[in-house]
C-alpha cells in the first residue's frame, strides 16, 4: 500500500500567486482531511469531506482558501491568492473507519 | 469546542528508561484518543489509540491509559531506544460510528532519547 500520496512536497510561491495542493488518499478510505501545521497554532483541521462531500469546513481560515474533491482518489486544496501568513506543512490524511493515516506533507513557503 | 492539552512541551530521558506523557481533554462526551508520532519532515504515524469503553491498552513498549473522569489520558514508552526520538501528539475525538472523526490535537511532546 502506498499510503497517502501528496504533491508537491515543497511549493515555494511568492505572494498573491496561486497554489494548488493536491492529495490522494488511500485506496478504499471514504474519509479524507486537510490539516496545517505551523510553529505557532500546531496541527489544525481545516476541512474534512466524507464519501467524496464536504462535512466540515469551519477550520478553513479565509475565503482565499477552497477544497475539492471531485473523486474518491483525488483532492485538491487551493490557495487563492497566497499570503506570507500561508507558509505552513499542509496534510492531508485518510480514514476507513476511525484512524487517520497521514501523507508526508507539503512544505508551503509564501515570499 | 474540544480543547486538548498536553504535557510537557518537552522531555529528554536516557536509553532505557521510561517517558510518559500527559495530555487533558475538555469535552467529555470524547470517546476516541489515538497518539501519533511524528519524525523530523515526516507526516504524523498513529502509534497506538484507545477508546473510551476500556482503560487502558498495550503493544509491545508503547501503552496508553484513560480516566475517564479525570479526563486525561498518558501515553507510557518504556525502556526507550534513540529510534523513539520525535515529536508525540496526543489527540482526542467525539467518534460515532460510520462517520468521519474530527480531532483535536494536543499541541505536541517533544522527546529526546539519549545515549
Known amino acids: 500500500d502506498a499510503g497517502v500520496i501528496q504533491s508537491p512536497r515543497h511549493e515555494v510561491t511568492e505572494m498573491g500567486q496561486e497554489v494548488t495542493l493536491r492529495c490522494k488518499p488511500i485506496?478504499?478510505?471514504?474519509?479524507l482531511f486537510w490539516y496545517r501545521q505551523t510553529m505557532m497554532r500546531g496541527l489544525e483541521l481545516l476541512i474534512y469531506?466524507?464519501?467524496?462531500?464536504?462535512?466540515?469546513d469551519s477550520g478553513m481560515p479565509e475565503d482565499r482558501f477552497s477544497a475539492k474533491m471531485p473523486n474518491a482518489s483525488f483532492s485538491t486544496l487551493k490557495i487563492q491568492p497566497s499570503e506570507p501568513r500561508d507558509s505552513a506543512v499542509y496534510f492531508c490524511?485518510?480514514?476507513?473507519?476511525?484512524?487517520?493515516?497521514f501523507g508526508p506533507g507539503t512544505r508551503l513557503t509564501v515570499l | 469546542g474540544e480543547n486538548v492539552e498536553q504535557h510537557p512541551s518537552t522531555l529528554s530521558v536516557q536509553e532505557g528508561d521510561s517517558a510518559v506523557i500527559k495530555c487533558t481533554y475538555s469535552?467529555?462526551?470524547?470517546?476516541?484518543f489515538p497518539w501519533y508520532k511524528q519524525e523530523l519532515g515526516k507526516g504524523p504515524q498513529l502509534i497506538i489509540d484507545?477508546?473510551?469503553?476500556?482503560g487502558e491498552k498495550k503493544d509491545q513498549r508503547i501503552a496508553v491509559t484513560l480516566n475517564k473522569t479525570a479526563k486525561h489520558f498518558s501515553l507510557h514508552i518504556t525502556e526507550t531506544q534513540p529510534e523513539d526520538s520525535a515529536v508525540y501528539f496526543c489527540?482526542?475525538?467525539?467518534?460515532?460510528?460510520?462517520?468521519?472523526?474530527?480531532?483535536?490535537f494536543g499541541t505536541g511532546t517533544r522527546l529526546q532519547v539519549t545515549l
Open positions: 484507545i477508546r473510551s469503553n476500556v
Open positions: 469535552d467529555s462526551a470524547s470517546n476516541y
Open positions: 469531506f466524507n464519501n467524496n462531500v464536504p462535512i466540515d
Open positions: 489527540a482526542a475525538s467525539v467518534h460515532y460510528t460510520g462517520t468521519a472523526s474530527k480531532l483535536t
Open positions: 490524511a485518510s480514514s476507513f473507519s476511525i484512524e487517520q493515516f
Open positions: 485506496s478504499g478510505h471514504n474519509s
